[in-house]
């Protein structure tokens, strides 16, 4: 090779694009040369990504290739993907061969959202009982959360999602079913990061039933919901003047405390104000911010 007097070298961004057979599950890629006209000499290094995670490639042909470690790549390519370098290699001449080979895999359906905790809690007042609903989750792509077994006499509906106040929707596949939006006061560089995001819902409603009188039944209904749970947790606060028997998936007898404590919900949304070093914040914090705002 003829050597100038210049040692210059540059970053060069190609895109290209070939169709391909769908229906072929192995793929052979010839990757495109690149050469400078006019230049002296020519050398530089060549790095293999991959953005597909069901794409698996392999080596078919090199040919005036040697491999290389993808440190040896220079920083000005290797900063520009977040994607690990699966094959590199360098070469002294642009009149190298490349040949790869592609095998699609099929993807499998995953869980959009993972439930880590469900806390339910009724208080029982004459023929009025107030239904809690609290639950926490990760979700990716999820927009509504559908609860099930509502019961058709429940009314006043209160819906707090991410500690902000938001409107259940009426739907879902069952006539009993409401549909919880997930995209309130979710915190949006963690979700356009592609991230799972935390959400905390609030839900509350009241339902009737016949008096109790000496001797009566009523029954809870937990809202049910089509996605793994970690963790279950009921509390029911029912009026001292009678003895209770329960029946149900949760057993025949109750306890005094909970094997697990109650989670708390949260809030992405953030307020601005002066307090005093160690302050400890509470809920009440939260309604002043609402009376200063």
């Known amino acids: 090779f003829k050597s100038s007097n210049l040692d210059s070298s540059a970053t060069l961004h190609v895109h290209t694009e070939s169709d391909t057979d769908a229906a072929a599950k192995t793929q052979k890629l010839e990757l495109p040369r690149i050469e400078c006209v006019g230049a002296l000499r ?57 040949h790869l080979s592609s095998t699609s895999h099929t993807a499998m359906d995953t869980l959009e959202a993972v439930i880590d905790r469900v806390h339910y809690e009724a208080l029982a007042m004459d023929n009025h009982v107030m239904h809690s609903v609290l639950v926490m989750m990760k979700s990716t792509k999820l927009q509504y959360l559908e609860l099930q077994g509502i019961p058709s006499e429940a009314s006043m509906f209160t819906l707090i999602v991410n500690g902000v106040q938001t409107k259940p929707v009426k739907g879902g596949e069952t006539d009993d079913s409401l549909l919880v939006p997930l995209l309130v006061g979710i915190n949006t560089e ?29 029954v809870l209904h937990l809202p049910q919901v089509k996605l793994p749970i970690s963790i279950v947790t009921t509390e029911l606060r029912l009026p001292k003047t009678h003895s209770y028997n329960f029946t149900g998936d949760f057993g025949s007898k109750g306890s005094d405390r909970l094997k697990y404590p109650v989670p708390s919900a949260f809030s992405y949304v953030k307020g601005k104000r002066v307090v005093p070093k160690g302050y400890k914040f509470s809920r009440l914090d939260d309604v002043l911010e609402d009376e200063t705002s």
């Open 42 to 98: 020519q050398s530089g290094h060549i790095g293999v990504i991959k953005v597909a995670n069901s794409i698996e490639l392999h080596l078919q042909k090199a040919v005036g290739l040697a491999r290389a470690e993808p440190t040896d790549i220079s920083s000005q390519l290797r900063l520009n993907t977040d994607l690990p370098i699966m094959l590199a290699y360098k070469y002294l001449n642009p009149t190298y061969t490349l």
């Open 190 to 218: 963690t979700a356009n990061d592609g991230l799972a995001v935390k959400t905390s819902i609030e839900l509350r409603f009241f339902t009737t039933h016949d008096p109790l009188g000496e001797e009566g039944h009523f």
